[in-house]
């Protein structure tokens, strides 16, 4: 099956500030993203029902963006990015996902950022 990338935009209330600290910071990221997460450096190891994945930071800049590689992707060019910017018009922050899956996935694993991104958002307040 064909892997294709996909991107979705999602709109906050919250400052960058506080959205980047969603993604970054243990204690916010097992509020909507994971079960545990263990951070060494550059290394995140997350956890979903006993289950770990590892991802290493390759992208960082503070309140605008975090690229993830997961460490087992079968494609070295596949990445997992959040891009943290402010509207201009309306002063939200907007927050543009680009992931990668399975050509006959997208549709499903849109629906699970959506989902995740309403728990983001019950988490922070905005």
């Keep these: 099956m064909e892997r294709v990338k996909f991107t979705q935009e ?20 097992v509020r909507w993203f994971c079960d545990q997460v263990d951070i060494q450096g550059d290394s995140f190891t ?35 990015e959040f891009e943290i910017s402010k509207s201009p018009v309306t002063g939200d922050t907007i927050l543009l996902i680009t992931d990668f899956c399975d050509e006959d996935e997208v549709d499903d694993q849109k629906q699970l950022w959506r989902s995740q991104m309403d728990e983001l958002r019950k988490e922070m307040g905005g």
Aim: with cysteine; charged share 30%; net charge negative.
């Design 46 to 80: 997350f956890y979903w029902q006993g289950a770990a994945e590892e991802a290493e930071l390759v992208d960082d800049i503070e309140e605008e963006r975090l690229r993830f590689h997961w460490l087992d992707a079968d494609d070295d060019t596949e990445y997992l």
């Design 10 to 29: 999602f709109l906050f209330k919250a400052s960058p500030a506080i959205v980047y600290k969603f993604f970054t910071t243990p204690s916010c990221l």
